[in-house]
């Protein structure tokens, strides 16, 4: 079956650094989505990426989806506080249902 | 965006009661809703797809009998948790995607139902 890798599952970093999830799917992916997970919160949508190759930005976050639309990373610029979460990149392919990745823990030190 | 509202938001109960959680699509009717299951630190995993006005579809290793999904309109989906035992006790979530199947259908969730039982 479809499996989507995510690494790393935990990144501590200082207020200020940057930050990178990344995921890879063992198959070729019609989109991939990013979603954000707040402690004791629920999963929210942040993007979703279809074309190959596609980048996007959202203030400090670019997100990047691979030519061969099999992997794709999530980039914080400058990490603040606010940041705090676990990201889920969730694969989809065809019809078929959305496969959500383990998820990177982010924790950010003031 | 699409609200999506999961009742209750948690529960306790003893072992061997039933629970029932509801899961509403409040600005858009749903078609699709589907039922995850969260351990403490761990990634969402997909129980069951509930499709209205059929049978929901399990994934391999979800027992159909003990975890009810009831589909019955285009707004509402409800799990039933039946003969609930402590193994059970997760963080339950359920989503909906709005629309004809669709390849490219971004996930509404609900905020989560934490259910603990004694």
């Known amino acids: 079956g479809q499996q989507v890798m995510q690494i790393p599952q935990y990144q501590h970093v200082q207020e200020g650094e940057d930050f990178t999830t990344y995921c890879n799917s063992s198959?070729?992916?019609?989109?991939i989505q990013w979603y954000k997970q707040r402690p004791g919160g629920h999963p929210v949508f942040l993007i979703q990426?279809?074309?190959?190759?596609e980048v996007k930005k959202q203030k400090r976050l670019t997100f990047q989806f691979g030519e061969a639309k099999k992997n794709s990373s999530l980039h914080i610029t400058a990490t603040q506080t606010t940041d705090v979460g676990t990201y889920f990149c969730a694969g989809q392919r065809g019809y078929q249902k959305v496969t959500f990745g383990i998820g990177t823990k982010l924790q950010v030190i003031p | 965006g699409a609200v999506v509202s999961q009742h209750p938001s948690w529960v306790i109960c003893k072992s061997g009661t039933s629970v029932k959680i509801e899961c509403r699509s409040l600005?858009?009717?749903?078609?699709?809703m589907f039922w995850y299951r969260q351990f403490p630190k761990q990634s969402l995993m997909l129980m069951a797809t509930?499709?209205?006005?059929?049978?929901?579809?399990?994934e391999q290793g979800v027992e159909k009998d003990k975890f009810l999904i009831n589909h019955a309109s285009l707004t509402l989906s409800t799990l039933t948790v039946t003969s609930a035992h402590p193994e059970d006790s997760s963080f339950y979530i359920c989503s909906a995607r709005g629309g004809q199947l669709s390849t490219n259908e971004k996930l509404f969730f609900g905020s989560g139902t934490q259910l603990s039982v004694l």
């Open positions: 600005d858009f009717q749903a078609t699709t």
């Open positions: 198959t070729t992916l019609s989109n």
């Open positions: 990426l279809v074309k190959s190759g």
């Open positions: 509930s499709n209205e006005g059929s049978k929901a579809t399990y």
